[in-house]
């Protein structure tokens, strides 16, 4: 009970950061080979594109936000200046089996998106930053609904990379 209490807290206190991931959104992702060799991603934050002969490093990892919340994230190094990072946020306990938890969570996640549909915001796409926090300079950002999105975003990437053949994945 004190874990359901110290979450609901959490997400009230924090919720500008998680502002609610749904990842019960229909799946129309698509990833195709094209004939350039550049890896294009059209996702719902903007449209992100990189020549494969300048990717450098492409990789997958998580971590633990303010023990509240779970981020899963891309990245793309390349030659240039810029890194590109792509991420999903869940909060820890999102996929509990407890029905008391899970229901807390839920509530709290409709409110925000209410508040969000409100003032004509995507809450589960948009990124969100506290200077100086979480700015990073020449850092190109992109949130995810979920990490089965991202998932699908890194192979996509790491195809591309790996046969040296341009593909483009889009998130709708």
Do not use: C
């Amino acid at each position: 009970m004190k874990r359901i209490i110290i979450a609901l807290v959490a997400l009230i206190t924090l919720a500008p950061l998680v502002t609610a991931q749904n990842n019960n959104k229909k799946n129309d992702n698509t990833d195709v080979q094209t004939k350039l060799r550049f890896w294009e991603a059209s996702l719902p934050g903007g449209d992100y594109l990189v020549a494969l002969n300048r990717i450098t490093s492409v990789s997958m990892h998580s971590y633990v936000v303010n023990g509240s919340f779970m981020v899963y994230e891309v990245v793309v190094d390349t030659d240039g200046t810029a890194l590109a990072r792509f991420y999903a946020i869940e909060m820890i306990g999102e996929n509990t089996k407890s029905n008391i938890a899970k229901n807390l969570l839920d509530r709290g996640k409709d409110i925000i998106e209410q508040g969000g549909s409100r003032a004509g915001v995507d809450t589960n796409t948009l990124v969100e930053k506290q200077n100086p926090l979480t700015t990073h300079a020449k850092t190109i950002e992109y949130r995810l609904y979920g990490k089965s999105d991202l998932d699908q975003l890194f192979n996509s990437v790491k195809k591309a990379w790996r046969e040296n053949r341009g593909r483009k994945f889009s998130i709708k």
